[in-house]
């Protein structure tokens, strides 16, 4: 009687545990390192070319990164024709990144391979903005709610 009844309190706590860190854990990565006014070195990017650039750090095994697309497609669309950069940059091989990202519908994005660690970021995705000096201005981090996706818009295009 008495293992039985441990048996049951035992599975009751780790089916709460699991409940708890499954359903109810926030959808978002940690938190990057504090970034803003750092200086981000990317090769091949002269930041004075544009007012802004805006870095998408993915990853294509990020399920955050793809559930995201749709506003990335809607950044590519609201940046034509703005003097506003917009690079994605993943730690893949640069034609695996692009394949991923075509499947997902982002087609007209540059894409470049650094490691996360070179952008000062810890988590997927994480969106950096930066100045024509190379230093980052904003950052979100994660799957973004809508007022964050339009914070974004706003901060890019003002």
Same mark, same amino acid.
Not at 3 to 14: D, G, P, Q, R, T
Not at 30 to 42: A, F, M, S
Not at 82 to 96: F, G, R, T
Not at 101 to 127: F, H, S, Y
């Given at each position: 009687?008495?293992?039985?009844?441990?048996?049951?309190?035992?599975?009751?706590?780790?089916?709460?545990?699991?409940?708890?860190?499954?359903?109810?854990?926030?959808?978002?990565?940690?938190?990057?390192?504090?970034?803003?006014?750092?200086?981000?070195?990317? !090769? =091949? #990017?002269?930041? /004075?070319?544009?007012?802004?650039?805006?870095?998408?750090?993915? *990853? +294509?095994?990020?399920?955050?990164?793809?559930?995201?697309?749709?506003?990335?497609?809607?950044?590519?669309?609201?940046?034509?024709?703005?003097?506003?950069?917009?690079?994605?940059?993943?730690? !893949? =091989? #640069?034609?695996? /990144?692009?394949?991923?990202?075509?499947?997902?519908?982002?087609? *007209? +994005?540059?894409?470049?391979?650094?490691?996360?660690?070179?952008?000062?970021?810890?988590?997927?995705?994480?969106?950096?903005?930066?100045?024509?000096?190379?230093?980052?201005?904003?950052?979100?981090?994660?799957?973004?709610?809508?007022?964050?996706?339009?914070?974004?818009?706003?901060?890019?295009?003002?």
């Amino acid at each position: 009687m008495f293992i039985s009844i441990s048996i049951l309190v035992l599975s009751v706590f780790v089916s709460e545990l699991l409940i708890h860190k499954y359903i109810f854990s926030s959808s978002n990565p940690p938190e990057p390192i504090k970034t803003t006014n750092k200086q981000i070195t990317l !090769s =091949d #990017i002269n930041w /004075s070319e544009q007012s802004k650039t805006l870095i998408v750090a993915l *990853d +294509i095994n990020c399920r955050f990164c793809n559930e995201s697309a749709p506003f990335y497609k809607h950044l590519i669309e609201t940046l034509k024709g703005k003097n506003v950069k917009l690079i994605a940059v993943l730690p !893949s =091989d #640069i034609q695996e /990144s692009r394949t991923h990202l075509n499947k997902l519908g982002l087609v *007209d +994005i540059e894409v470049k391979q650094a490691a996360l660690d070179d952008l000062q970021v810890n988590g997927t995705p994480t969106l950096l903005l930066v100045n024509d000096k190379g230093e980052v201005t904003n950052y979100w981090v994660g799957k973004l709610p809508l007022n964050k996706q339009a914070e974004v818009i706003n901060k890019i295009t003002s």
